[in-house]
């Protein structure tokens, strides 16, 4: 049987707002509440939370997720998680 990835990109900075995934709200950084969906997802067999910052990816492994540091030619505006 295939193995169910969810895969969570979290930037550092956006063009409009710096650090905006761990901006807080409701208490937690907003990366989090992505997290948490797919931790919810019955069907998900893991979460990789990948992100050219370490303050991110810190902060998600504390919520028990996988990690992956993207490098910079892969977290610019024009990267993307698909191939074409």
């Known amino acids: 049987m295939s193995k169910v990835i969810a895969l969570i990109p979290a930037k550092a900075n956006?063009?409009?707002l710096?650090?905006?995934?761990?901006?807080?709200l409701a208490g937690k950084p907003l990366f989090y509440y992505s997290?948490?969906?797919a931790q919810f997802a019955s069907v998900i067999?893991?979460?990789?939370l990948s992100s050219d910052s370490s303050d991110i990816l810190n902060e998600g492994q504390e919520?028990?997720?996988?990690t992956i540091l993207r490098p910079?030619?892969?977290s610019n505006d024009y990267?993307?998680?698909m191939r074409v």
Request: without cysteine.
């Open 72 to 74: 910079a030619e892969l």
């Open 79 to 81: 990267a993307t998680n």
């Open 45 to 48: 067999d893991d979460i990789i």
């Open 35 to 37: 997290l948490r969906i």
């Open 14 to 16: 956006s063009r409009r």
């Open 18 to 24: 710096k650090s905006k995934n761990i901006q807080d």
């Open 63 to 66: 919520f028990g997720v996988s």
